[in-house]
């Protein structure tokens, strides 16, 4: 059985799911045009997911669709590392005239939790994405039950052939072009990541577990070439991102349809952990190790991102965004799931 089959999708388009760029909105549209729609849990509350859910229910109750939770381990709280991050964000504090001791103390990313597994276990989705491999057994073993399929990316051929030994439906090739955060797991050397074109196939080869390519896939000659080398299906994020269903603000969407979008770079910087984004001045003028453990260093950018923002600028703001944003335009998301899939 074709992996399209096994998810019950009539286009091998993925929907990537994208934390704090939208909701269900968006995975409806791409759900509604054959794709896969996906629903990124790790910034939402119990009550917001459940809400969320229930109008993807509402609005396509016999289509399937993808609820995507982040699986990283609570960080231990280091206050000498904190101390040192607010000492190193103090000049922008003063320069906004913000009181750094205001700072908030919340991570801000969730992880999933047994909450998580009681949710999945009481609103069954289709399918079940994880980024930074997978929950302990038991809380995947109480997924696996509810029938789920489950995906995970993988960075390296490496931690492809893990997944592949915990049983997952399939392995999201994340090449290095992606944008947002790194889904590595098991070593934090990014010099081991490779671009989609190298990871695919060597995936393809090494796999008995379907591939999904993911990571500069913005139009149909990139979902063709994807599947060329073996892909089974594609998983498609910046693309989405100034769709009308998304939560992006005209200020992102602008940033994102501009020559700007050229420059992306990693970084640390926001959250704690490597992702892609547009390259802003938080990125040029800070060190990158100064960032405390992921999530926790979201918390002091917050006001900072705040403030800037309500400047109109995006210098201290989380612009993800992967290599290829060519395919990021103000059009409706059905209709860039069907023009990834050619019909
Ligand atoms: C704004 C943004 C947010 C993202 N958030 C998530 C997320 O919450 N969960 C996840 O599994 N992947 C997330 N990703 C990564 C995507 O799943 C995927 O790997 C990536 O978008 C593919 O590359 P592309 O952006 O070049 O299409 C995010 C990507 C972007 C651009």
Not at 133 to 145: F, M, T
């Amino acid at each position: 059985m074709t992996l399209q089959a096994l998810l019950g999708v009539e286009l091998p388009v993925i929907q990537a799911p994208m934390a704090g760029a939208h909701v269900s909105a968006l995975a409806i549209a791409a759900g509604q045009a054959g794709g896969l729609g996906s629903l990124p849990c790790a910034m939402l509350g119990t009550s917001a997911i459940r809400r969320e859910i229930g109008a993807i229910r509402a609005a396509m109750p016999s289509r399937p669709f993808n609820l995507n939770f982040f699986c990283h381990r609570p960080p231990v709280a280091d206050a000498a590392r904190e101390a040192a991050w607010r000492s190193v964000l103090a000049p922008y504090y003063r320069e906004f005239g913000l009181d750094i001791s205001s700072a908030p103390a919340l991570p801000a990313r969730y992880p999933f939790d047994a909450t998580s597994a009681e949710l999945v276990e009481e609103l069954r989705p289709e399918v079940v994405s994880f980024h930074y491999g997978l929950p302990d057994e038991p809380l995947l073993q109480r997924v696996r039950a509810t029938g789920a399929h489950v995906l995970s990316s993988a960075t390296t051929v490496e931690e492809a052939l893990w997944l592949e030994r915990q049983g997952v439906a399939a392995v999201i090739a994340q090449g290095l072009e992606a944008g947002g955060h790194r889904g590595h797991f098991l070593r934090e050397d990014l010099t081991l990541h490779s671009g989609t074109f190298a990871l695919v196939p060597q995936l393809v080869r090494a796999l008995r577990t379907p591939v999904i390519a993911a990571g500069g896939i913005a139009d149909r000659a990139g979902v063709e070439a994807a599947l060329r080398l073996g892909a089974a299906m594609v998983q498609v994020g910046t693309a989405y991102l100034c769709c009308p269903e998304t939560t992006t603000t005209p200020l992102l969407r602008r940033t994102l349809m501009s020559d700007a979008a050229r420059h992306t770079a990693l970084t640390r910087l926001i959250t704690g952990r490597p992702a892609r984004g547009i390259v802003n001045r938080l990125m040029r003028e800070v060190d990158d190790a100064s960032a405390p453990e992921f999530p926790l260093a979201t918390a002091a950018i917050a006001p900072l991102r705040a403030a800037a923002e309500a400047r109109g600028s995006l210098d201290f703001s989380p612009i993800w965004c992967g290599q290829n944003a060519s395919g990021c335009r103000e059009r409706p998301a059905g209709e860039l799931t069907r023009e990834l899939a050619g019909v």
